[in-house]
């Protein structure tokens, strides 16, 4: 910077180095800065080196972090000094001090333009420098057409027409429309046959912005990119300035394999069996080597050349390829290689057929978690995370936990995560599950989040069979001297609610139990001491016949706690104090929790929704696509209190309440009518009810595919037909028998029957749709408004509903739209009734 005979600022530079401080430095510069203003104060008595070197100085100051707030006129005015220093310098410190949005730049437009479309190269260099690197919209609709005259010119010098490449890149980012879609695909053409490989890589990077907006209008340019490929890999045909470390111009390489990523695929045979007889070259001729420089622009172009190969979906054959190649790079010495083998191995698991090729290398991404490198390990495992299903993942899950002891903290919570997930995707077996997850919860219990064993009570309370041996094991854990609160949480609530399958065994007694679970009470927190009154009150409830030691003691702990300070503890203690002092209705009241409903995991959402980065992406995304376990699934098996099971329903099926008193004379001449989706049509009539929910009800369906509507229609009415003859508990009837029904969720009668004790709750249910219902009663008139939602992460396409209502009641019915967007719900209908009747 500091020009030969600027003395001044040779000696500024000179008393900044030598300040001893931070502010002797400050005081220097505040008073060079005063300086500086009082002298462009008097801007007429200055010559056109002082004006330099005070604007050189204004450089150095803003270079050093300090605000220059002054003085960039001058820098301005500089622009259209007529010699080559002034000029310069005035580029320079514009391109540095002012943004794009700066009004000084307005008034150098004309300036700037005069010296583009000039002859004199060394000025269209500088100007060109300037624009591309303060872009603006400004002069983007001032300056590109000139720009792009540069470009394209054959009269001007390579080195001009490169910086107007890269300029006109820039001005293309700020605003698109700059470049004319429709004319730059022959002249994009032209400059891709470009010869001198410096205007070649700058229109490249170019192409690359245009394509990544646009690509169908640039197919033309597409086999261009296939022969510039073929030139620097096979043919070798590049200069030797261009060649780094013995690689033909792999800047180049990198960005024509990347703007090829942008096009669908490739049609033309010719086309791409020269591109694969390129890219097989690359994949051949790429190894490890000791010179760092090499390495890394040979694995550039290496990695992107993967990365074009799984775009356009390659043979198989091909595929192994570079999963071999990948699997020789995870196993070097040189950290920053197999973390990118690592990488890119990830991100091939979206490849089809590809994921047995990449379990042969198993042991030694294991290996990969032990690295010293933390990114490394996490890399290592996300892939292991994207390689596991039914068949691998056992082996991988208890490596997971070996690794687990001994992980870094700060991987230890996304380590439990994930090896969490993949025991309840993919576990053989429920007992494997239970395992796996009390292993997690004992080895890393502070890592270990509600939701982990939240979700393995919901496999235990659903699985009847499983029930004993969940009991069983953690009776283990909690035996220890010392376990984590989360594993006491988890043991409470399946001992307070399993124990007693363990009575027969020696040491499982009820007051045993209890003493076991009672020996952790002073270590837990206020968060679990509910839940351990809990299991105290269930434990006391199964202990039969009564243990009088046993009552006291668990007496004398809810005693101890109505006077918590804790209001969840105290109420706690407090109502099953005086729940126990009632006998027998304690069965009752603390009877067996009920089964829940199945719905989606809540872990897998976790993984889906959270910050990852692309390789991990990947292997999430792979996750949702692969077949999990039939071993985990959170449904009611056996169906409890004897009733029977639900009939399975198909697409088409009808929900209809039970009718709970019927009459031989029941008679209409009222015709019903029914409504899909606005069009009326009639039906055999149907007789009113003697019962009231039965008639504010009504039967209701909902229809599948279009092609099964007459014979919906025709069965529900036959079903209708058969209302007098008593229906039980079970409010479906099959319509049709399909081999791919669709089965509800839970159990139909028992909604029903929570629905007549409650206003508002889910009436029908299936992992498709939810039929949702809300009363409102004001004196004697009633509301109930029925909701069909769709639970689907796509849109629900295609729907129609029919409902046949009874004659006597009020109806408003909503049309429903032939689409409900996912996780929506829409109002179907409305019924008004007038109660005259007064139940006591």
Not at 428 to 440: A, E, G, K, R
Not at 493 to 502: A, D, F, P, R, W
């Amino acid at each position: 910077m500091t020009m030969h005979g600027m003395r001044g600022l040779s000696v500024f530079i000179s008393d900044i180095r030598n300040c001893q401080n931070k502010e002797q430095e400050r005081l220097r510069i505040d008073k060079e800065l005063g300086n500086v203003r009082n002298r462009f104060k008097n801007e007429k008595g200055l010559t056109p080196y002082e004006k330099k070197k005070y604007v050189w100085k204004m450089l150095y100051i803003f270079m050093l972090g300090y605000d220059v707030d002054f003085g960039h006129m001058e820098a301005v005015s500089l622009i259209s000094a007529p010699k080559y220093p002034e000029k310069q310098v005035g580029y320079i410190v514009t391109s540095c001090l002012l943004n794009e949005n700066h009004d000084f730049l307005r008034l150098a437009i004309n300036t700037v333009r005069n010296d583009i479309v000039g002859r004199n190269e060394t000025f269209q260099c500088l100007a060109l420098t300037m624009v591309g690197n303060i872009g603006g919209r400004d002069f983007a609709e001032s300056l590109a057409p000139d720009v792009q005259k540069l470009l394209l010119s054959s009269s001007c010098r390579p080195l001009v027409r490169k910086k107007a490449a890269l300029c006109l890149l820039r001005l293309y980012r700020k605003n698109p429309d700059v470049v004319n879609v429709d004319g730059w695909a022959d002249r994009m053409a032209q400059l891709l046959d470009e010869r001198d490989l410096g205007v070649l890589t700058s229109s490249m990077s170019l192409f690359v912005a245009l394509v990544s907006n646009n690509h169908e209008a640039y197919w033309s340019c597409l086999p261009k990119c296939v022969k510039i490929l073929e030139r620097l890999a096979r043919n070798q045909d590049v200069p030797q300035e261009y060649t780094y470390y013995g690689i033909p111009s792999p800047w180049l390489q990198v960005k024509t394999m990347r703007a090829l990523q942008y096009f669908p695929a490739i049609e033309d045979p010719n086309t791409r069996r020269t591109l694969f007889e390129v890219l097989q070259r690359i994949l051949m001729g790429t190894d490890v080597v000791k010179n760092v420089n090499k390495n890394n622009a040979s694995h550039a172009v290496l990695f992107e050349a993967l990365a074009l190969v799984m775009h356009l979906d390659a043979e198989k054959e091909m595929m192994s390829q570079c999963v071999a190649l990948l699997g020789k790079f995870i196993a070097v010495r040189e950290p920053n290689i197999r973390y990118l083998g690592l990488e890119n191995m990830t991100r091939m698991l979206m490849v089809t057929d590809v994921q047995d090729i990449i379990k042969r290398h198993q042991a030694q991404i294991i290996t990969s978690l032990k690295d010293p490198d933390v990114s490394i390990r996490r890399r290592a495992l996300d892939l292991l995370y994207g390689m596991c299903d039914v068949t691998n993942a056992k082996d991988i899950v208890e490596e997971l936990l070996q690794y687990l002891s001994s992980a870094d903290f700060t991987m230890r919570e996304e380590l439990s995560l994930k090896a969490a997930i993949l025991a309840e995707k993919f576990a053989p077996d429920l007992s494997w599950y239970v395992d796996v997850i009390l292993q997690l919860i004992d080895k890393a219990g502070d890592f270990i989040s509600d939701d982990i064993w939240f979700r393995v009570v919901q496999f235990v309370t659903n699985n009847d069979d499983l029930q004993p041996y969940a009991a069983a094991k953690v009776k283990e854990y909690i035996d220890k001297p010392a376990v984590h609160e989360t594993m006491v949480k988890v043991s409470a609530y399946i001992l307070g609610e399993y124990s007693h399958l363990l009575a027969r065994r020696p040491g499982c007694s009820p007051i045993e139990i209890f003493s076991i679970l009672h020996e952790k009470l002073p270590t837990v927190s206020t968060t679990t001491i509910p839940i351990l009154l809990s299991a105290y009150a269930k434990i006391l409830m199964h202990t039969q016949p009564p243990d009088q030691e046993l009552q006291s003691q668990i007496w004398a702990i809810f005693n101890k706690y109505e006077s918590c300070i804790d209001a969840e503890i105290q109420q706690r203690a407090v109502e099953y104090l005086a729940l126990c002092q009632k006998g027998a209705s304690l069965m009752d009241i603390l009877a067996e929790m009920p089964k829940f409903p199945e719905r989606k995991s809540s872990l897998i959402k976790r993984a889906e929704y959270s910050e990852a980065d692309t390789a991990e992406q990947s292997a999430i995304k792979l996750r949702a696509q692969q077949q999990t376990s039939n071993a985990l699934v959170v449904t009611d098996q056996h169906p409890a209190n004897g009733e029977t099971s639900p009939v399975p329903v198909g697409q088409l099926s009808l929900v209809k309440v039970p009718r709970m008193i019927t009459t031989e004379n029941d008679t209409s001449t009222d015709q019903a009518l029914s409504q899909q989706n606005g069009a009326l049509s009639k039906v055999d009539p149907q007789p009113p009810s003697a019962d009231l929910l039965s008639d504010i009800l009504g039967p209701l369906a909902i229809e599948g595919p279009p092609d099964a509507t007459v014979q919906y229609e025709h069965n529900a009415v036959s079903g209708l037909e058969g209302g007098s003859e008593a229906v039980d508990g079970s409010a479906i009837v099959a319509v049709e028998e399909q081999t791919n029904a669709v089965q509800p969720i839970g159990n139909i009668a028992e909604r029903f029957h929570a629905l007549c004790l409650k206003d508002s709750g889910v009436l029908y249910e299936d992992p498709y749709i939810q039929i949702g219902i809300k009363a409102e009663w004001r004196g004697h008139n009633g509301r109930l408004v029925l909701f069909l939602g769709n639970k689907n992460t796509a849109p629900l396409v295609s729907v129609q509903a029919i409902i046949l209502p009874p004659a006597h009641l009020k109806m408003e019915l909503s049309l429903v739209p032939d689409a409900i967007p996912p996780r929506a719900q829409v109002k179907w209908v409305k019924i008004n009734r007038k109660l005259f009747c007064f139940i006591r």
